[in-house]
């Protein structure tokens, strides 16, 4: 999934398959082959969210999104549906330095939500000191978006009821 319908090349992770990224050029010298399985780039259609669930889609209760830093551009292919409610919540991976690698603000993911009218929540032993291992989730007000970015892991965007 991404902001527009194109082809870009899929390079599987070594180590990993969940590592796996999409990217828009086909893979050369640069390809980390210690990370990647270079010799086995697929092209592979992109198409927008929007496009695929269409406007008469039933509503979704939870999507989960795990696109190794490309989460700002599926989520800019993803606007109507996530304007009209269809997608109730988004559980996401919160991992700044693969946003950064793809050329993307981190935080802006987290105000496009905001202006999307998504609540942001984080693991809540990430604003505890003692660090318990405690399950619940803390809603993330946006002074603290800058805050999100010393901490990696999941977090999870609710629409808010119209």
């Not at 830093?69 to 996401?92: C, D, K, M, N």
């Amino acid at each position: 999934l991404g902001m527009k319908v194109s082809e870009s090349w899929m390079l599987e992770g070594r180590r990993n398959a969940g590592m796996s990224v999409v990217q828009h050029t086909r893979p050369g010298a640069e390809c980390d082959s210690d990370l990647f399985h270079c010799d086995r780039a697929t092209l592979v259609r992109v198409a927008r969210l929007d496009d695929v669930l269409g406007m008469d889609a039933e509503p979704v209760c939870l999507a989960k999104m795990d696109v190794e830093g490309l989460e700002l551009q599926v989520i800019r292919g993803a606007l109507e549906t996530l304007r009209s409610r269809t997608i109730r919540a988004l559980h996401l991976e919160w991992w700044p330095p693969h946003l950064i690698a793809q050329g993307e603000e981190p935080v802006e993911l987290l105000w496009l939500l905001h202006a999307l009218k998504f609540e942001i929540f984080a693991p809540a032993r990430w604003f505890d000191k003692n660090k318990t291992p405690d399950r619940r989730w803390a809603m993330v007000v946006p002074e603290q978006f800058p805050w999100l970015l010393m901490h990696w892991g999941d977090i999870v965007a609710r629409a808010v009821d119209w």
